[in-house]
Each structure stands twice: as C-alpha cells, then as structure tokens.
C-alpha cells in the first residue's frame, strides 16, 4: 500500500498497485489530469522476476527498524501525525453531529 505521496507523478509511477492513501488535494490534481497512464506494476511480470523471498521473525523486524534511525523516527513521526488527524477527525464529525441533532430538534420544536 503506498502512502505519503508529495506529488502526481509518485503516484502514477504506482499505477497498478491494489492500494493508495492519497491526500484530498493531490486526488483533485488526478481529477483534473487526463494524460494516459500506462499500468506500472504488473502482479504477472512480477511473478516471473527471480527475486530471493525474504522471511524475517518479529525480533528481526524490531532489531533491523531499531538499526535504522530514520525509518525508526519517520515511522513514530506519521504515527504521531495520524493520531492528530484522527482527533481532529473526530473533532469535526463530533461537531457536525452536534449542530445535526441541535438542528433536528430545532425544526421538531424542542428546545
């Protein structure tokens, strides 16, 4: 699943991947673009590339993210930043739902 897209062209060159995150304002850029894009990753052309598979334990996984100090920090920075926009998600849905309900009892004449 790609994620954290800074412009069009990133995600183009994923074209064919099953799963993309991609922010409101580079989805309205993608709207507006009616260049043709040829399929970049393909699961059949994949399939045929003489690649080792790569098996790693848990404890692997946790001492290799611990060697890397970048993946380690960008890792916990976007899990801070979702953590912010899922309470300001949950902020704005609280508020709407709110003015919904005040709204709804308005027009049925409670107070």
Same mark, same amino acid.
């Given at each position: 699943m790609g994620a954290s897209f800074r412009n069009t062209n990133q995600i183009k060159g994923l074209c064919g991947c099953d799963l993309l995150t991609i922010s409101p304002s580079l989805l309205k850029e993608l709207d507006e673009d009616f260049t043709e894009i040829e399929v970049q990753l393909k %699961?059949? *052309? %994949? @399939?045929?590339?003489?690649?080792? @598979? &790569?098996? &790693?334990? *848990? @404890? %692997?996984?946790r001492f290799r993210m611990n060697e890397d100090a970048m993946a380690t920090d960008k890792l916990a920075d976007g899990i801070r930043k979702f953590a912010q926009d899922a309470a300001k998600l949950e902020a704005v849905l609280k508020e709407k739902l709110t003015a919904a309900i005040k709204d709804g009892d308005s027009k049925n004449g409670a107070t």
């Open positions: %699961a059949d *052309e %994949a @399939k045929k590339l003489d690649i080792p @598979k &790569v098996s &790693v334990d *848990e @404890k %692997a996984f």
